[in-house]
């Protein structure tokens, strides 16, 4: 019986970066020991059937806390916002549960085992988006002198939820923590302080971030114990591009001492030309190597 499980979620639009997602998990021997299950936001029926033979469970995301019709306008993929905190609910049995965005693919196996020995005794395994190169972590807009309008996704998102301007306050210039890659196991009082806080935001809120507000309340406000990994393990490349390695041929960190990228995640997409590298595989930009020459590479997973 596998204890351990990887959780992922697509509609029928985003089914091919959800194979990569797969695809890079089972081309490392460790995964043999791990689950990986997926949650159905609207996948066809053809889809469903061609990745059944990769996976051990799919099952359909529900909106587990109540939504209001005219917030969800048919974008049954919202349900990602709320169904990934209810895992334990989907997938009883498993122990531990790691979820991965279907934007972001494994590069280096050695993330995974640290996403499961993180939330070792309840704690929540996280990542903050803020590193080595990184010149903004928070906007404002100056007005005059000293005086400024704190523009943080954190605060932003507060005050649109109304959780009021004490908690708003106190996340407006926390790290943002980003929910597309963490951990928890099946008894950790992690679940259930997050969904508390995911119906206060889904109340006035949008859907979309939602999520996230209520994990970075749960981490900030409510001090749930968390054990913050290194960007490596949730490598945001729309916030800081990798390098690559030619000689490894993978993708590194962009500063010394260059250490190997684990999971690389295309959140908020990498356009060029008006196009999206998530939704058109034939996006390529360029990036730098190790050996201080410049090529063009995709970003995305491939065998």
Not at 121 to 136: A, C, D, H, S
Not at 138 to 148: D, E, H, R
Request: aromatic share 12%; net charge positive; hydrophobic share 40%.
């Amino acid at each position: 019986m596998k204890k351990n499980v990887i959780v992922s979620l697509a509609d029928a639009n985003y089914f091919p970066l959800l194979g990569e997602l797969v695809d890079s998990i089972k081309r490392f021997k460790e995964s043999e020991n791990v689950a990986i299950c997926i949650l159905d936001a609207g996948l066809t029926q053809e889809q469903k059937k061609e990745l059944i033979n990769k996976v051990d469970e799919i099952k359909s995301a529900e909106w587990d806390i109540e939504v209001p019709n005219y917030k969800i306008k048919d974008k049954e993929w919202l349900k990602s916002q709320v169904s990934r905190a209810f895992l334990p609910k989907y997938f009883p049995n498993y122990e531990k549960y790691l979820w991965i965005d279907c934007d972001a693919w494994v590069n280096d196996w050695e993330s995974i085992e640290l996403y499961f020995k993180a939330c070792d005794n309840g704690k929540l395994g996280i990542t903050q988006t803020i590193g080595p190169g990184y010149k903004i972590t928070s906007k404002v807009n100056w007005l005059i002198g000293k005086l400024a309008i704190v523009k943080s996704q954190n605060f932003k998102h507060a005050v649109k939820s109304k959780i009021g301007y004490e908690k708003a306050r106190k996340l407006a210039f926390a790290p943002h923590i980003n929910i597309g890659v963490f951990s928890l196991e099946k008894n950790s009082n992690g679940w259930r302080c997050w969904q508390n806080n995911l119906s206060k935001t889904l109340n006035a809120g949008n859907i979309f971030g939602s999520e996230g507000l209520a994990i970075n309340m749960a981490v900030y406000i409510d001090d749930l114990e968390t054990e913050f990994l290194p960007l490596k393990c949730n490598w945001i490349t729309s916030n800081l591009l990798p390098k690559f390695d030619e000689n490894q041929k993978t993708f590194v960190e962009p500063y010394l001492p260059n250490y190997k990228i684990g999971i690389i995640h295309l959140a908020a997409g990498i356009w060029k030309d008006g196009k999206d590298m998530r939704v058109d595989k034939n996006v390529k930009i360029e990036i730098e190597t190790l050996n201080n020459k410049k090529v063009t590479k995709s970003l995305r997973f491939s065998s």
